[in-house]
């Protein structure tokens, strides 16, 4: 059975191809799977319109939102992940250009598990690509991470 997918809610298909080379360079095996707006992390998430086949699309292990969206923003979809009750424990990380105390502090209250800001660089591209992996694979995190810097690390019990 291969990994579950790590969903990636992006418009901007350059930095989809970005992040999908440092899965790629980082080794990670969970398939990057991009949608390119907030309506379709809900169509992908609820089994409904293009991806109601879960064997084509399988439940991901993680969702990536970029919070500057067409359709729904990555806020409206956090806000509507977590009220769902299917979901609720679901991981989600909002990955953003945007740096602003106020779209941090709307993110984490909505009850997004992490913040990033996009790296501007290759090198935290990479690192980015391995930290996202390595937090795919550890079961003992069960969806509970921490940031430390710009950096992901799962609790440990």
């Known amino acids: 059975m291969s990994p ?3 969903l ?3 418009d901007s ?3 989809a ?4 080379r440092a899965f790629t360079q980082a080794g ?3 398939p990057l799977v991009v949608v390119p707006n907030g309506k379709a992390v ?6 409904t319109g293009q991806y109601v086949d879960r064997a084509q699309h399988p439940f991901p292990r993680l969702v990536l939102l970029d919070i500057k969206m067409p359709h729904r923003t990555g806020l409206d979809v956090l806000c509507w992940i977590r009220q769902q009750p299917e979901l609720r424990r679901l991981p989600v990380i909002i990955l953003t250009s945007s ?6 502090a709307s993110a984490y209250s909505l009850g997004a598990n992490g913040y990033l800001v996009k790296p ?6 990479a690192q980015l690509g391995k930290d996202l992996g390595r937090l795919c694979d550890a079961p003992e995190a069960e969806g509970a991470w921490t940031l430390h810097g710009n950096r992901l690390d799962p609790l440990t019990k």
């Open 4 to 6: 579950a997918p790590v």
């Open 8 to 10: 990636y809610a992006e």
């Open 13 to 15: 298909e350059d930095d």
């Open 17 to 20: 191809f970005l992040l999908q």
């Open 28 to 30: 990670v095996t969970h």
């Open 42 to 47: 809900v169509h992908y998430l609820s089994a």
């Open 99 to 104: 740096a602003q105390d106020r779209d941090i």
């Open 120 to 125: 501007s660089n290759a090198a935290g591209l």
